[in-house]
């Protein structure tokens, strides 16, 4: 990769007690995800999937913060091309405008999140510190959260003058009135609030979050497989046929609108409101906001 920073270990996998653990390990940016590590999270979850040792996948992110969102910083990289796994697309490194952000987020966002949703396994995501907006993404497509005392999550895009992230979970993860509380005020909603609405499972100290969850998923792991993978599959489909799946392609083309509508105005497809103005509102959350 042609850039000044390195994408070497950007996802660390290590196998223990039958808990595949991958780990995102970019601490020093809070664990943005630009695309090198969005693959290398593939890659992981296809090497987790495809051992017959792994009866459990979880997500965790080393350092204080689990993820601070897609990367919009300097070590952003999603001006290159990149495989396209999740769904049958034109390279969007190609193609302009709205035509290069559909397709990319098509690939790299909704279709990554719906694609290890359904991992035949199942996944734990690992949360401590901030779980901001692509990193909400990512805790979404888990099966279970599990979050420290000390997390704490939230979705600022409409702030930044759109309708919400990608996979657009919220009314599901959370409640419509909850979600609408999230999205509207653009503030950070703390773990026991998160546990509270049902979108975590547990919390637990700081300090024993990696226990709770290893013995969580050891439990699991002595479950039948197969039952495992046919009651998530229950689980999604009946989630899917509430309407889940195509609320979230309403939402996806809806957050487009305001990706052009931004561009059009300015130039940049993130308008809304400017950062001071974002600092003044409420707390703006970690510096890498999600878009
Ligand atoms: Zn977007």
Redesign the pocket.
Known sequence: MEASFSNEGIVEYEVIDRIAFVRMNRPDVSNAQNSAMTYALDDAFQRAVNDDNVAVIVLAGNGKHFSAGHDIGPTRDSHLPFERRSVLYFDHSTREAAELRYSR?SEAYLGMCRRWAEIPKPTIAMVQGACIAGGLMLAWSCDFIIASDDAFFSDPTVRMG?SGV?YFDHPWALNPRAAKELLFTGDRFPAQRAYELGMVNHIVPRESLETFTRDLGSRIATMPRFALTLAKKAVNLSYDAMGRRTGMDAAFGL?HLA?AHNAELTGDIIGGMDVKSMKLQGKSGAERDD?
């Open positions: 987020e759109i990608e957050h990706h878009k």
